[in-house]
């Protein structure tokens, strides 16, 4: 028997999924590219974790305590429809690989996060792509039109990214009640942007699941804290699915440090969402160039000359990421960071467009 034969044969027609990780450095570079938070998490959630390295107990196996409740309690949702994943990128995992069989239908809206194709693409789902457009925004009636007894999953990112889309409550429940023998999964991972949710559905909707993160405003990316509202009964049959100690217990220190002192993230969702992003959109508009309505910390844009100018910026020490749209068209998707990091990078846009 050749490799060939040792998996699901069509893993091997897949690609892997490799975002550009490597020789990222908070030191170097101001980090653009990953729509992460840009500054240092709080020193309450940096004490926590040290007291805990230096308590000897690195050696055990994670137990979780309550930071199911805690963060239940923060979500403002009953602690039977809360799961703890490893990132949410585990959550939509966990929900891909849990509802889709080969051949079953999966509504992925493009262009979006590549994660939610790849996963389906394991399961051998048959992925169909309606797309987002700068004018109208999520496809709602393209998906309400392609649902159908096949399907088995549709997914709403909101906000999405890259476009940095939101989806009006209104469609979604629209496309839940469509498809109600579907699952619909919303992924929420820009919710502290965005300040909309629809996690106090997940008890009238059982075929709602949402998932969330510690990534992104929390600035938790590297310990991997994500989690899943839905209706308790899906919960039950996911962690049946979630291994028992997939999150491990420096995440759990840290988010129980992170939720005690909560004025960090706060503080920064505001200056990014009421000062930082408003500049950029004000740059572009200065300048003409053309970018895509986000209500996200990030924005796709098309500027002039972009493989270049990403090209002079990575040369200054900013990273932002490439992106072509759907009609080859490339653009750079650039993350806010704070007051100062903005300028900074507004100082350098005007440089390499004025010389
Ligand atoms: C839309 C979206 N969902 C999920 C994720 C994954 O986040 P996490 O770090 O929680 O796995 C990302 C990360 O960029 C994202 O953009």
Not at 213 to 239: A, E
Request: with cysteine; aromatic share 8%.
């Amino acid at each position: 028997m050749t490799g060939k034969n040792l998996f699901k044969s069509h893993l091997y027609q897949m690609s892997t999924y490799q975002p550009p990780l490597e020789g990222r450095s908070v030191q170097q570079h101001l980090l653009l590219d990953f729509n992460e938070r840009t500054l240092p998490v709080g020193r309450e959630v940096e004490d926590a974790l040290v007291d805990y390295i230096r308590s000897g107990a690195l050696q055990k196996y994670p137990s979780y305590g309550d930071v199911v409740e805690r963060i239940a309690r923060h979500a403002g949702v009953d602690r039977a429809c809360l799961m703890i994943t490893n990132g949410s990128d585990q959550g939509i995992d966990l929900a891909i690989r849990s509802v889709c069989s080969a051949g079953d239908e999966a509504i992925i809206p493009v262009p979006s996060f590549a994660i939610y194709r790849q996963f389906a693409e394991v399961e051998n789902a048959s992925i169909i792509e309606p797309q987002y457009s700068r004018e109208e925004g999520f496809p709602t009636s393209d998906v309400l039109r392609l649902i159908s007894s096949k399907t088995r999953l549709v997914v709403i990112p909101n906000p999405n990214n890259p476009t940095g889309t939101a989806v009006p409550r209104e469609d979604v429940l629209r496309i839940l009640e469509a498809a109600a023998d579907a699952l619909v999964l919303v992924d929420e991972c820009y919710f502290e942007y965005l300040g909309e949710t629809l996690v106090d559905l997940v008890e009238q909707y059982p075929n709602l699941l949402v998932t969330r993160t510690f990534s992104k405003t929390w600035g938790l990316s590297s310990l991997r804290m994500g989690f899943i509202v839905s209706h308790p009964d899906n919960i039950n049959q996911l962690l049946k699915v979630r291994g028992p100690y997939d999150i491990n217990q420096l995440a759990v220190v840290a988010t129980l440090a992170a939720l005690e002192s909560p004025d960090y993230t706060h503080q920064y969702v505001d200056e990014v969402m009421q000062k930082c992003k408003p500049a950029l959109e004000a740059w572009c508009r200065g300048r003409k160039i053309d970018f895509w309505p986000s209500r996200a910390n990030f924005i796709w844009m098309f500027p002039p000359q972009p493989a270049e100018l990403q090209v002079f910026l990575q040369e200054q020490g900013i990273l932002v990421r490439p992106k072509k749209d759907l009609s080859g068209k490339l653009g750079v998707r650039v993350n806010l960071g704070d007051l100062q990091q903005t300028q900074r990078l507004i100082d350098c846009l005007n440089r390499f467009y004025d010389e």
